[in-house]
């Protein structure tokens, strides 16, 4: 990778939002007031949003002028032609329905190939293809390899699917137990780790061998990419596109929310190669989304997300994108301060429990280092530890903690700048500073699933 130092953003401002920094008496207030839970917070109360990655995209002037020429027929819409092919382009799918976000083609895809007790291999499955494949009666199974769990080793692709555990999986359970087998491309759920070409390539082929249909969830096809460009044998030379096609090529089709490397900030998309899938996945999607050709979205959207799909494949914005969070990522581990190593796509992951090694897992400290995030420098980022994933036993009553007491810093695309990042840094080097005096929470309300969403604390 070229360092970080030798070039700026591949793109200037025309558009700007103000932000405005409150002062910390202000912020104290308004994290009690929100029971120290982020989500509650006004994003106007935010100086720095890194929620999510999912739909906070800055759009490009040229996806904003896509807006004006939406066709918004119920049939037939001119965006629509454009998107399918823009798609077909980019993947060799030639059946494209657009959805309303991605979750929607998953509901697609899991209605008509997941029948009840059949399991659904994968990588890492992220949370609502889990919930969606639990929906319909399946049973979602991560085959990550190991390092891809293990915070401080260093592997390239460590979204890459174990093809051993893959193998056996097939041997034991047989092949028509299988419902198909769905490569997350970067792996959201570890850190946003990419896959590669090869592993993708042997998943496939194996797949094959016993007629497995294989799906990508593509969210991050584009930064997958990227990182194969960089790290993988054989790819140093090939543009974005090139290596994007040949990932697809060993697929029969793709889910995608387009909220991330769509560049917009409401879309998905479902393809396959298959006309009898797509005329299946069609009838579900009348129902579920609207007519084939819009999906649950306005033409303008459509017109957006076609563009935001070209876009995303230039070199210069990948490099600088990747770049940022490697930039984040280096400036921490320069002070100190312990991520998930190496960064992988969309955002950089703090270990909560080696930054607050005081606070037991019982007192929450990923949600502890998150509040004082927000209480230093009106930084939101989200709580990916006990808050989020700790449940209580259901025979014994016991708590289950995580093993990972992660925060979360995603960042969302062309939207902020290195400053930015700098100020990130400052404000976790100020925390470092006083962590001894940090205070642990206590909950006082929980919801019966996701509870990290409205969940009430107390400071201890
Ligand atoms: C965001 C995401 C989804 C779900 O997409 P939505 O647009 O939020 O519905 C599915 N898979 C992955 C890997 C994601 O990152």
């Given at each position: 990778?070229?360092?970080?130092?030798?070039?700026?953003e591949?793109?200037?401002?025309?558009?700007v939002?103000?932000?405005?920094?409150t002062t910390?008496?202000?912020?104290?207030?308004?994290?009690?007031?929100?029971?120290?839970?982020?989500?509650?917070?006004?994003?106007?109360?935010?100086?720095?949003d890194?929620?999510?990655?999912?739909?906070?995209?800055?759009?490009?002037?040229?996806q904003?002028a896509?807006?004006?020429v939406?066709?918004?027929?119920?049939?037939?819409?001119k965006?629509?032609?454009?998107?399918?092919?823009?798609?077909?382009?980019?993947?060799?799918?030639?059946?494209?329905?657009p959805?309303?976000?991605?979750?929607?083609?998953?509901?697609?895809l899991?209605t008509?190939?997941?029948?009840?007790?059949?399991?659904?291999?994968g990588?890492m499955?992220?949370d609502t293809?889990e919930?969606?494949?639990?929906?319909k009666g399946?049973?979602?199974?991560?085959?990550?390899i190991?390092?891809?769990?293990e915070?401080?080793?260093?592997?390239?692709?460590?979204?890459?699917?174990d093809?051993?555990?893959?193998?056996?999986?097939?041997k034991?359970?047989?092949?028509?137990?299988i419902?198909?087998i769905d490569?997350?491309?970067?792996?959201?759920?570890?850190?946003?780790?990419?896959?590669?070409?090869?592993?993708?390539?042997?998943?496939?082929r194996?797949a094959?061998?016993?007629?497995?249909?294989?799906?990508?969830?593509?969210?991050?096809?584009?930064?997958?990419?990227y990182?194969?460009r960089e790290?993988?044998?054989g790819?140093?030379?090939?543009s974005?596109?090139?290596?994007?096609?040949?990932m697809f090529?060993?697929?029969?089709?793709?889910?995608m929310s387009?909220?991330k490397?769509?560049?917009v900030?409401?879309g998905?998309?479902?393809?396959?190669?298959?006309?009898?899938?797509y005329?299946?996945a069609?009838?579900w999607?009348?129902?579920?989304?609207?007519?084939?050709?819009?999906g649950g979205?306005?033409?303008?959207?459509?017109e957006?997300?076609?563009?935001?799909?070209?876009e995303?494949?230039?070199?210069?914005?990948?490099?600088?994108?990747?770049?940022?969070?490697?930039y984040?990522?280096?400036?921490?581990l320069?002070g100190?301060?312990?991520?998930?190593?190496?960064t992988?796509?969309?955002?950089?992951?703090?270990?909560?429990?080696?930054f607050?090694?005081?606070?037991?897992?019982?007192?929450?400290?990923?949600?502890?280092?998150?509040?004082?995030?927000?209480?230093e420098?009106?930084?939101?980022?989200v709580e990916?530890?006990?808050?989020?994933?700790?449940?209580?036993d259901?025979?014994?009553?016991?708590?289950?903690?995580?093993?990972?007491?992660l925060?979360?810093?995603?960042?969302?695309?062309?939207?902020?700048?290195?400053r930015?990042?700098?100020?990130?840094?400052?404000?976790?080097?100020?925390i470092?500073?006083r962590?001894?005096r940090i205070r642990?929470?206590k909950?006082?309300?929980e919801?019966?699933?996701l509870?990290?969403?409205?969940?009430?604390?107390?400071?201890?």
């Amino acid at each position: 990778m070229r360092p970080r130092s030798e070039y700026a953003e591949p793109y200037r401002i025309k558009v700007v939002e103000p932000i405005q920094l409150t002062t910390r008496e202000e912020r104290e207030q308004i994290i009690a007031k929100a029971g120290y839970n982020v989500f509650n917070i006004p994003s106007d109360k935010v100086y720095i949003d890194f929620l999510t990655d999912s739909g906070t995209s800055a759009m490009s002037d040229y996806q904003w002028a896509g807006l004006m020429v939406g066709d918004e027929a119920y049939a037939g819409s001119k965006n629509f032609h454009h998107l399918k092919e823009t798609v077909e382009e980019i993947s060799g799918f030639e059946y494209v329905l657009p959805t309303h976000q991605g979750r929607a083609a998953e509901n697609i895809l899991t209605t008509i190939l997941v029948k009840p007790g059949e399991r659904v291999l994968g990588n890492m499955h992220f949370d609502t293809t889990e919930g969606h494949i639990r929906l319909k009666g399946g049973e979602p199974v991560n085959l990550v390899i190991k390092e891809g769990l293990e915070t401080a080793t260093r592997h390239p692709f460590k979204g890459n699917i174990d093809i051993g555990r893959l193998i056996d999986e097939i041997k034991t359970y047989g092949p028509e137990r299988i419902s198909y087998i769905d490569i997350t491309v970067t792996c959201n759920s570890n850190g946003g780790q990419p896959v590669s070409m090869g592993n993708i390539r042997e998943a496939s082929r194996i797949a094959r061998e016993h007629s497995i249909p294989v799906f990508l969830d593509a969210a991050r096809f584009a930064e997958n990419a990227y990182f194969i460009r960089e790290r993988e044998e054989g790819y140093e030379n090939k543009s974005i596109a090139e290596i994007a096609r040949e990932m697809f090529s060993y697929a029969d089709g793709f889910t995608m929310s387009a909220k991330k490397d769509g560049l917009v900030n409401i879309g998905g998309i479902f393809a396959t190669r298959d006309g009898e899938l797509y005329k299946k996945a069609g009838e579900w999607g009348i129902i579920y989304e609207g007519f084939l050709t819009y999906g649950g979205l306005a033409g303008r959207d459509l017109e957006a997300m076609a563009r935001g799909l070209k876009e995303v494949l230039d070199e210069d914005y990948l490099e600088n994108r990747i770049g940022q969070v490697a930039y984040l990522g280096d400036c921490l581990l320069d002070g100190d301060i312990p991520i998930i190593e190496p960064t992988g796509g969309h955002g950089v992951y703090l270990d909560a429990r080696r930054f607050l090694p005081l606070i037991p897992q019982s007192a929450f400290p990923a949600q502890a280092l998150v509040v004082e995030l927000y209480v230093e420098a009106g930084i939101r980022a989200v709580e990916l530890g006990t808050a989020a994933f700790g449940h209580k036993d259901k025979k014994t009553g016991e708590m289950v903690y995580p093993a990972l007491e992660l925060v979360r810093l995603a960042i969302p695309r062309r939207v902020y700048t290195d400053r930015h990042m700098d100020m990130v840094v400052r404000a976790l080097r100020n925390i470092a500073g006083r962590k001894d005096r940090i205070r642990g929470l206590k909950l006082v309300y929980e919801a019966p699933v996701l509870r990290h969403f409205t969940a009430v604390f107390e400071q201890l």
